[in-house]
């Protein structure tokens, strides 16, 4: 809100993933949500909070350089449980990628990805589909090209969300999309 003059709405994009793994049968007891990095904790908890309040990991990095990350530690346990990675955005997936490995290794049993953006720079789409993720979870805020599609990608549609934001605007009871409201996360 800090870049405009104008009031402006924060529109959250998560939301609309949750719905679809909610729509998933994924045991609540087996379920893990994971933050990548220290950063993302407070967005992972509230998704957490809203998937049966599943309990909570987070990846331990150290970064490197610009666009590198070096995994060091993992804070939780994923060993036997389904474990799904949540970020706001997707660039290079060196974060995610080296963050799977690790569940991987700590054994969680399959590793979900779920993002709102998913900007895709080279080398992600390689690092994505290398087997790391059972599914690759993103919306359509950012268009990905039909070449950079891969057997574990799911694309979910903003549209409905975006329809419903524009006619709280236009009637004037903008701030949110009511069963979003209370999410508190982007």
Not at 23 to 41: A, E, H, R, W, Y
Not at 139 to 163: D, H
Not at 169 to 180: A, K, L, N, T, W
Request: one cysteine or more; glycine letters at 8%; proline letters at 5%.
């Amino acid at each position: 809100m800090g870049y405009f003059d104008i009031p402006v709405d924060h529109v959250y994009g998560q939301p609309v993933i949750l719905d679809y793994l909610a729509s998933k049968t994924i045991c609540s007891d087996d379920l893990v949500v994971v933050s990548p990095d220290v950063g993302g904790v407070a967005r992972a908890r509230a998704f957490a909070k809203k998937l049966s309040d599943a309990p909570l990991a987070i990846v331990d990095k150290r970064r490197h350089g610009h666009n590198v990350a070096e995994v060091m530690n993992l804070i939780g346990d994923v060993k036997g449980k389904v474990a799904v990675m949540v970020d706001d955005m997707i660039d290079t997936a060196g974060t995610i990628a080296k963050g799977a490995a690790l569940l991987h290794q700590e054994g969680a049993r399959e590793v979900y990805a779920c993002t709102t953006h998913a900007v895709f720079s080279p080398p992600a789409i390689e690092r994505l589909s290398s087997g790391l993720f059972q599914e690759v979870i993103i919306t359509n805020t950012i268009p990905v090209s039909e070449k950079n599609y891969f057997p574990q990608l799911t694309i979910l549609s903003v549209a409905n969300l975006l329809g419903e934001t524009i006619w709280r605007v236009h009637d004037d009871c903008s701030g949110g999309y009511e069963p979003y409201l209370s999410l508190g996360i982007d």
